[in-house]
């Protein structure tokens, strides 16, 4: 059974920092690109960041970008998106995502979605 597994939500203050992890297990996932998606009470879901399989190329949300990182470790099996200066408008549910995409920005392209990690940031 493949299982994508978060860790790392929590609440902080803005300004401040958060380590999302997600674990994958059922398969090798090497050959998929992994990403994140978030979705805000209210909102529809929307794309974070994402990362392909090698790791060579990543894109980001425009709201995002120059605060958030992703990367994996394949050979753990593992993604990972570093968070810093969060803002209480980062505030969601963070969603890992894996799959053969032609784009990485494409909700629908994913395959398997992990159950979600909140994130919640004050003021």
């Known amino acids: 059974q493949v299982q994508l597994v978060e860790s790392g939500g929590g609440l902080v203050q803005a300004g401040g920092s958060l380590r999302l992890s997600c674990a994958a297990s059922?398969?090798?996932?090497?050959?998929?690109?992994m990403g994140w998606f978030r979705q805000a009470p209210g909102k529809e879901r929307e794309f974070v960041a994402a990362?392909?399989?090698?790791?060579?190329?990543?894109s980001y949300a425009d709201s995002v970008k120059g605060r958030f990182t992703i990367s994996r470790d394949n050979a753990k099996n593992t993604q990972y998106l570093q968070m810093n200066n969060l803002k209480p408008e980062d505030t969601a549910v963070y969603y890992c995502?894996?799959?053969?995409?032609?784009?990485?920005?494409?909700?629908?392209?994913?395959?398997?979605w992990g159950q979600g990690t909140q994130v919640t940031v004050s003021s």
């Open positions: 995502v894996a799959g053969v995409v032609t784009s990485t920005r494409d909700i629908d392209g994913y395959d398997y």
């Open positions: 990362i392909t399989w090698s790791g060579s190329y990543t």
């Open positions: 059922g398969r090798t996932f090497s050959s998929y690109a």
